[in-house]
């Protein structure tokens, strides 16, 4: 067959689409919000390219609409996991040596069909399932999706290509060969994209992956499997099952095959997997790579020399956007006393000025937390802040779960930098201020850098550039990503590589060449033109 050094489309960001009224793209989805939301759907599980009906099933409902039934999804037994294990090791015996080019346009025709006919259905089952609004589906669903798909695939290219020294007399090559056994991917519900990228990535470098999706993303997660499918994702390739995640998780571990695992979710979840890993590690073949992007305590800090509208801006959309449900969220702040009142004045304004319900209505910049165990948590701590002599709730602090889980965007202001919600993760729509003196930044660079536990995201804001080299300085290890007189949320792929140490993970950067080399066990091959024939070398006379 024919051979060649095959350079792939060059990767763009996708566009990100307006949804104005009145606009095509607007008229569009909202028809496929409503379609969608008047039918329903079973969801089985995909193992070998077959769907599976256990009859154990659970149903889906929007957040915002908890009463409405979207469909069921069945559970899978321990019997389909060991299944789903079988089958994507049968599989890799034929993915694994399929040349990269045909991988590569796999998920390239991924790609196109989220841009073109699947777009306006993935946006809507990320608006139904995860109570995003258009915009945040469109960034997520569609344009991170999208450029995942993309810059993948020219990142696989680049580190395909990276190849070290020859001389005349040996050729050294570097084969990037996939990970032995299969991976297991769990993904959570908050990012559409990210419950895509985690199972995708690793196999588009010819890995084989048995996918859980989170229980509360599992409508949209369909829709993914849908686009692969069409796409030519082979049979085995990409297996999904859903179901109790302590059984499929021990089922999983327990096989000697396992070669690796791609997480995102809770801390804690994270490190129990690692021991039970650890556990396990004499049973296993290889050393499985532990891949995770975990929890986040996110922060804004703000130098008295800041412009107060924009803190209060990069405030209302860093902690409120999808009612704060991002790893990456703004939950705490740190506002310089002399800038503080115009700050508070502004947030005020814009918190007011949200309006709040089902992301139908596209006037809505607020909807839904996830479920209900999340909106009895985030009340509680509500609750709480309305007793606590050292908090004190300035804008917001109501919920109602009659209809759909709707917290209040909530803004706490504390005198004490160690107060509870300055420290625990919530992920939901509460943000807690702190106050400082305007002559105690490094003290109070070095609180931000020693409250939590978590280095994901922060920000700092200032016009004075000793102050934020100083905040950088101190702050090194504080924030996997940084960022400079912005909001801590929206990283875009290529261009701002997502991950956080500490308790925020593994560090190993979505939307970069950084991750897909974790799925990858290189091999050295020197090939020598002449060999020696005298083992004599010229030291020896």
Known sequence: MGKGFFE?????????????PGSAERKEVSETYKKMYNSTVEVPLYINGIDIKTGDTGTMSPPHDHKHVLGTYHKAEKKHVEEAISTALEARKKWSVMPWEQRAAIFLRAAELLAGPYRAKIN????????????QAEIDAACELIDFLRFNVQFMTEIY?????????AWNRLEYRPLEGFIYAITPFNFTAIAANLPASAAMLGNVVVWKPSDSQIYSAKVIMDVFKEAGVP???INVVMGDPVMITDTLLASPDFSGIHFTGSTHVFKDIWQKIGTNIHNYKT?????????????????????????ATAIARGAF???????????????????WKDVEKFLKEDVASFKMGSPEDMSNFITAVIHEGSFDKLASYINQAKKD???????????????????????????????????????GPVVTIYVFEDNAWEETLHLVDETSEYALTGAVFSEDRYALETAVRILENAAGNFYINDKPTGAV????????????????KAGSKLNLYRWLSPRMVKETFVSPTDYRYPFLG
């Open 8 to 20: 792939v489309p060059v990767a763009v960001n996708e566009p990100v689409k307006s949804y104005a």
């Open 124 to 135: 809507a089952a990320t608006m139904l399932a995860q109570s995003k609004t258009i915009h």
């Open 161 to 169: 290509a990276e190849q070290p020294e020859s001389t005349s007399d």
């Open 235 to 237: 049979a085995g390739v």
């Open 287 to 311: 050393y499985p790579r532990i891949v995770g992007e975990t929890g986040g305590k996110d922060f804004i800090v703000a130098h008295k020399t800041s412009n107060p509208k924009q803190v």
């Open 321 to 339: 956007e999808f009612q704060g449900q991002k790893c990456s969220a703004a939950s705490r702040c740190y506002i310089s006393k002399s800038i």
């Open 389 to 427: 002599n050292d908090a004190e709730i300035i804008a917001g602090g109501n919920y109602d779960k009659s209809k759909g889980y709707f917290i209040e965007p909530t803004v706490i202001k504390t005198n004490n930098p160690k107060y509870a919600t300055m420290c625990t993760e919530l992920f």
């Open 493 to 508: 792929v290529g261009q701002q590589p997502f991950g956080g140490a500490r308790a925020s993970g593994t560090n190993d």
